[in-house]
């Protein structure tokens, strides 16, 4: 049986293109070694590899440590940043529903 590869839309692809890329860059620029890099995030060289050439299909906990470890910054914050971005969220997450329902009426958007 042929293994089936998941579709991922071309602003995906090419952010995690990009987000490898500047791992590469980063891992270079701090003259790190694939085994190196892969050591200190407990991750195969392969996985390592994988990230840098932009392969969406890597666990996102995994790339996530391997930018943080060269130094790449996520979302464009510092940790106090995200760590308030992340009590704001909580704050309103707590206040919405915890499901959805899908309304039965038809929806009217004739103008």
């Known amino acids: 049986m042929a293994k089936r590869t998941r579709p991922y839309s071309r602003y995906s692809r090419d952010a995690a293109v990009l987000l490898g890329q500047l791992i590469r860059l980063a891992r270079i620029d701090r003259k790190l070694t694939h085994e190196q890099l892969a050591e200190?995030?407990?991750?195969?060289?392969?996985?390592?590899?994988?990230?840098e050439n932009g392969d969406?299909?890597?666990?996102?906990?995994?790339v996530f440590?391997?930018?943080a470890i060269v130094g790449v910054r996520l979302f464009d914050?510092?940790?106090s940043t995200l760590a308030t971005g992340i009590a704001a969220n909580t704050a309103t997450l707590a206040l919405?529903?915890?499901?959805?329902?899908?309304?039965?009426?038809?929806?009217?958007?004739?103008?």
């Open 40 to 51: 200190r995030a407990h991750v195969s060289r392969g996985l390592v590899h994988r990230i």
């Open 56 to 62: 969406p299909g890597c666990a996102i906990g995994a």
């Open 65 to 67: 440590e391997v930018a």
């Open 77 to 79: 914050a510092g940790q």
């Open 96 to 111: 919405l529903p915890q499901a959805i329902r899908t309304s039965t009426k038809p929806v009217n958007d004739d103008f």
